[in-house]
């Protein structure tokens, strides 16, 4: 990966960006493509950018991922100056407490410590359970209710601490790679395609949507407002490389194998096929899954918007979804970027894609 852009990658991911409060990292998303091309933004978020194609009667494709990642948000402030918060997303509470978090304040950041009761004093009994979010707390370590309500006001949103940190090899880690591990992958296709000089014969929209973790929002909405003819969703997926995944519910996908091309009632088959053969002919190494329901990703509203719209989801192999600690190969973002381009420069004509 080129030095530029694992900067930009590593400047996206330290941005906050819980649903709803995406606009840090939707600001440096922006920056990034305003060079190379169009950009506009909607009413609730989202970052579009275009690059217009050749010819007539050109098609109409959107990338889409999205840029908001699971998080909390400041519900009530005790006598004391503790915290009490709710999640934004899907939070387990089994990985959140003795964990510092950054409450994103008018006032700038505040860092906090979800705070944890001494082993020593926790009957065993009681080590057993979890403790439900509700009953869990931000320490800031104010004296009063006063002295917190300086720092921090309900309904401001609250973010682990962790950001992009090298592990072995081309692997990472950080929080937040779901999904902006897809919205660093659209950036980089956008970047591609304009630095490459050669036009597409479609016209091309990359979008940075909002909201998804709460509920598929800025995907249903963009699509609304763009009305492609074919739409790319570009997410992460369970990698099962691990001791404790199950490969015969969730398929042997693995780091550093590529990206996955999943196959089930919300992909187009006839797009499945022209990104499985691009990935065959130009020897991009990818993995494949079945998804028998809906996927639960953007590519779901994306679908159904309209009339309807060809879709495909290319996925990216993630360790420990929903957790601070997340982990990806650096190589399976190129091989999502190259596949998604070369895709591209093959799509000529909308009715291709219609099931017959």
């Given at each position: 990966?080129?030095?530029?852009?694992?900067?930009?990658?590593?400047?996206?991911?330290?941005?906050?960006?819980?649903?709803?409060?995406?606009?840090?990292?939707?600001?440096?998303?922006?920056?990034?493509?305003?060079?190379?091309?169009?950009?506009?933004?909607?009413?609730?978020?989202?970052?579009?950018?275009?690059?217009?194609?050749?010819?007539?009667?050109?098609?109409?494709?959107?990338?889409?991922?999205?840029?908001?990642?699971?998080?909390?948000?400041?519900?009530?402030?005790?006598?004391?100056?503790?915290?009490?918060?709710?999640?934004?997303?899907?939070?387990?509470?089994?990985?959140?407490?003795?964990?510092?978090?950054?409450?994103?304040?008018?006032?700038?950041?505040?860092?906090?410590?979800?705070?944890?009761?001494?082993?020593?004093?926790?009957?065993?009994?009681?080590?057993?359970?979890?403790?439900?979010?509700?009953?869990?707390?931000?320490?800031?370590?104010?004296?009063?209710?006063?002295?917190?309500?300086?720092?921090?006001?309900?309904?401001?949103?609250?973010?682990?601490?962790?950001?992009?940190?090298?592990?072995?090899?081309?692997?990472v880690t950080s929080r937040g790679f779901?999904?902006?591990?897809?919205?660093?992958?659209?950036?980089?296709?956008?970047?591609?395609?304009?630095?490459?000089?050669?036009?597409?014969?479609?016209?091309?929209?990359?979008?940075?949507?909002?909201?998804?973790?709460?509920?598929?929002?800025?995907?249903?909405?963009?699509?609304y407002s763009i009305n492609p003819d074919?739409?790319?969703?570009?997410?992460?997926?369970?990698?099962?490389?691990?001791?404790?995944?199950?490969?015969?519910?969730?398929?042997?996908?693995?780091?550093?194998?590529?990206?996955?091309?999943?196959?089930?009632?919300?992909i187009n088959p006839a797009l499945f096929?022209?990104?499985?053969?691009?990935?065959?002919?130009?020897?991009?190494?990818?993995?494949?899954?079945?998804?028998?329901?809906?996927?639960?990703?953007?590519?779901?509203?994306?679908?159904?918007?309209?009339?309807?719209?060809?879709?495909?989801?290319?996925?990216?192999?993630?360790?420990?979804?929903?957790?601070?600690?997340?982990?990806?190969?650096?190589?399976?973002?190129?091989?999502?970027?190259?596949?998604?381009?070369?895709?591209?420069?093959?799509?000529?004509?909308?009715?291709?894609?219609?099931?017959?």
């Amino acid at each position: 990966m080129r030095e530029e852009s694992l900067s930009f990658f590593e400047e996206l991911l330290a941005a906050p960006s819980p649903s709803g409060y995406e606009q840090p990292a939707q600001r440096v998303f922006r920056d990034y493509i305003a060079p190379f091309t169009e950009v506009s933004s909607d009413m609730l978020g989202n970052v579009i950018g275009f690059i217009a194609g050749k010819g007539d009667n050109r098609p109409k494709v959107m990338l889409v991922a999205h840029s908001d990642e699971i998080g909390f948000m400041v519900r009530f402030i005790d006598e004391n100056g503790f915290i009490y918060f709710g999640a934004v997303g899907g939070v387990d509470p089994q990985v959140t407490q003795g964990r510092r978090v950054a409450i994103h304040s008018g006032k700038g950041v505040v860092t906090g410590v979800i705070g944890r009761k001494p082993i020593h004093l926790i009957e065993a009994k009681e080590r057993e359970t979890v403790p439900k979010l509700e009953a869990q707390y931000i320490d800031l370590g104010a004296s009063s209710k006063e002295e917190a309500e300086k720092l921090v006001r309900i309904g401001d949103p609250v973010t682990f601490t962790e950001s992009l940190e090298r592990l072995s090899g081309d692997r990472v880690t950080s929080r937040g790679f779901d999904d902006k591990a897809g919205s660093f992958v659209v950036a980089e296709v956008l970047r591609q395609i304009a630095a490459s000089g050669q036009k597409l014969q479609i016209d091309l929209y990359g979008v940075s949507s909002v909201q998804e973790e709460v509920g598929l929002r800025g995907g249903k909405t963009s699509a609304y407002s763009i009305n492609p003819d074919v739409g790319i969703c570009v997410e992460v997926d369970f990698s099962t490389d691990t001791p404790d995944m199950d490969k015969k519910s969730a398929g042997d996908v693995r780091l550093g194998k590529g990206p996955i091309l999943p196959r089930g009632a919300n992909i187009n088959p006839a797009l499945f096929e022209l990104l499985a053969a691009t990935a065959g002919e130009e020897k991009i190494s990818v993995q494949f899954t079945g998804l028998p329901r809906a996927t639960g990703t953007d590519a779901n509203v994306m679908q159904i918007s309209r009339s309807g719209v060809a879709t495909a989801l290319v996925k990216i192999p993630l360790r420990y979804m929903h957790t601070p600690v997340e982990v990806l190969s650096l190589s399976d973002l190129d091989n999502a970027v190259q596949l998604i381009v070369k895709a591209l420069y093959r799509i000529t004509d909308r009715n291709f894609f219609i099931p017959c």
